[in-house]
């Protein structure tokens, strides 16, 4: 039986995907209940060059050829607006064939923008394939996900905003590298209406994180911060406080002497989270990320990470536009708990290992018509680590044409 994405069935699926991109009639769009409910079709193809596929230090290099297609449905009537989407994307690289993908997405979400009490509820499916840093080796899992906010005036000034969430990373070959993870969050933030364009807030977040390896990691974080205009022109939202972590492992667990058991430890550290956009000019504005916080990577390692982005975008006319961004970021491995071995390792398998890297990209964007948009992009990405197995360079390189009714 042939692959699903070899060359022969590739060209098929170009060529199929090639005609989606084909001028289509009106009715692609459906409009109806007088234009409260609408639904839309999207496609795209593109081709790309990578040169570090798994994200390693042998960094082996292929083309990729990429397409996919999905519609989406808005509905803007009455108090709870609905937005729902269904996709497919596919992957197919030209030498490492065993690396092709076809990944389905979906996502359904009810909002309340107008009373008293405002939110929305969000589920989203998704199967991701992606090349994973933590041990160098493309991953494919599903990854699950729903989401509670809401917000609530309680008098004058004052207002409490929270989330409760779920998310699961399901990976494909759980049990030998990659361990499965559940995710859960509540969170609670009480805003003060200090001016017309800002507010001074202050919250708590609580996470739980367990693992198919029945270890299971805790975050306590408390932070002040602001929601609005947060400097000048800077406006979005900013979180700064600090986290108490702790990780809990089953009774029989031991340290690698294989005599001294161990069931949990502790660590705690800077807590940030920062959003904002600044718009320059009418034609030019950059949205800036930082964020700080502990994590569980993939392969069950507890680390601590620290990120900053910066994306300017320009609006040269009406059809052309570019794209730029920079970023850095670095990961610190604190502890980890060997999947189907009680063996509780600090650092990385018993070593100390951190990573830094830093990311800096451009695009383009021209605007063929008022369904059609073709997309050129560049990225490079650059690691460091103290282990040398984990030093690596990523160049990416792609091309696209997207159509949307």
Do not use: C
Request: charged share 20%.
């Amino acid at each position: 039986m042939p692959h699903p994405l070899s060359p022969r069935n590739r060209r098929h699926l170009l060529a199929g995907l090639a005609g989606l991109l084909i001028p289509l009639p009106a009715h692609a769009l459906f409009r109806f209940n007088d234009g409260r409910d609408q639904v839309y079709v999207t496609a795209y193809v593109g081709t790309g060059y990578d040169s570090n596929v798994f994200a390693n230090k042998a960094a082996s290099s292929d083309v990729v050829f990429t397409g996919g297609a999905g519609m989406e449905y808005a509905r803007k009537a009455g108090l709870i607006g609905v937005n729902a989407s269904l996709g497919w994307d596919f992957g197919s690289f030209d030498t490492f064939s065993t690396e092709d993908f076809l990944n389905p997405s979906a996502s359904l979400e009810f909002s309340k923008g107008t009373g008293r009490t405002t939110g929305a509820v969000q589920l989203n499916a998704r199967r991701v394939s992606r090349a994973d840093p933590t041990v160098g080796l493309r991953t494919d899992s599903w990854n699950y996900g729903i989401n509670l906010n809401y917000r609530y005036p309680v008098m004058d000034r004052y207002s409490i905003a929270g989330n409760l969430g779920w998310d699961r990373i399901d990976y494909q070959d759980e049990g030998v590298t990659f361990v499965d993870l559940d995710s859960y969050t509540i969170g609670t933030d009480l805003f003060y209406n200090w001016r017309s364009d800002r507010d001074l807030l202050a919250g708590y977040r609580y996470r739980l994180s367990e693992s198919s390896a029945t270890s299971e990691g805790r975050d306590h974080s408390f932070y002040v911060g602001v929601s609005g205009r947060i400097l000048s022109k800077l406006s979005g939202s900013a979180r700064v406080g600090w986290t108490f972590h702790k990780n809990t492992y089953p009774a029989a667990t031991t340290l690698p002497d294989l005599a001294t058991s161990i069931t949990e430890d502790t660590s705690d550290g800077l807590y940030v989270s920062l959003s904002g956009t600044w718009p320059a000019t009418r034609k030019i504005n950059f949205t800036l990320s930082l964020s700080q916080d502990f994590s569980t990577t993939s392969t069950n390692f507890q680390t601590e990470t620290g990120t900053a982005d910066l994306v300017g975008k320009f609006s040269h006319t009406v059809k052309f536009s570019t794209s730029a961004n920079v970023g850095a970021g670095y990961t610190n491995y604190i502890s980890g708990f060997v999947n189907n071995t009680p063996v509780f390792t600090p650092g990385f398998r018993g070593g100390d290992r951190e990573d830094y890297y830093v990311t800096a990209g451009v695009g383009a964007s021209y605007v063929i018509s008022n369904h059609f948009t073709l997309s050129a992009n560049y990225s490079y990405y650059e690691n460091w680590s103290n282990l040398s197995d984990f030093t690596f360079s990523r160049h990416s390189i792609g091309l696209s044409l997207s159509t949307r009714w």
